[in-house]
């Protein structure tokens, strides 16, 4: 099939030289496919809780410390909560619930959007979601994904393949 002769340079070259857009793309393309495929299970889930599950507020009947600083979380604690549910039933976390909190002082005050300032108190109420139908599953608003930092990850995403595409019907002429 071969007649024996070398192919030349430039056979398998489909575009013109390589720009810094292209590497671009292919590094968050790269970052994308390593990072997000352990992400995307948990946003799904979390998302479909916070859609069917009934919204309710979360005592707090036991706080401990959960170990050492964590760097960028805060310090750990575990949480237990309670919630009564529309319906009057009441509902505990089957386990505690690990909260971060940048600081140790009771009295630091909460930013509104950020990372919690303080400690959980005990008799705090906490928004939380409920799963009403099945095992009365608890899970804090707070320590769900944040939507809106996973969507600009999706968007950069689909940007760069649209980019890609894009890029690879629009080749150079080959000289």
Not at 21 to 47: G, N, S
Not at 138 to 154: D, I, T
Request: some cysteine.
């Amino acid at each position: 099939m071969s007649s024996g002769k070398p192919p030349p340079p430039d056979a398998f070259r489909l575009s013109g030289p390589v720009t810094v857009t292209e590497v671009l793309v292919c590094v968050v393309i790269w970052l994308a496919l390593c990072w997000f495929p352990a992400d995307l299970p948990r946003l799904a889930r979390e998302r479909w809780i916070a859609i069917t599950g009934t919204s309710v507020q979360a005592t707090v009947t036991g706080v401990t410390s959960g170990g050492e600083r964590v760097p960028k979380r805060g310090h750990p604690f575990l949480v237990t909560l309670e919630a009564q549910l529309p319906d009057g039933r009441q509902v505990r976390t089957p386990a505690p619930v690990t909260l971060f909190s940048m600081s140790l002082d009771p009295d630091a005050r909460d930013a509104h959007g950020g990372q919690r300032q303080r400690p959980p108190l005990l008799g705090e109420t906490l928004a939380a979601y409920a799963d009403a139908r099945g095992a009365g599953r608890l899970v804090l608003e707070e320590a769900l994904m944040r939507l809106g930092f996973a969507l600009s990850w999706m968007s950069l995403i689909a940007a760069a393949l649209i980019y890609g595409a894009w890029r690879a019907r629009n080749l150079p002429p080959s000289p």
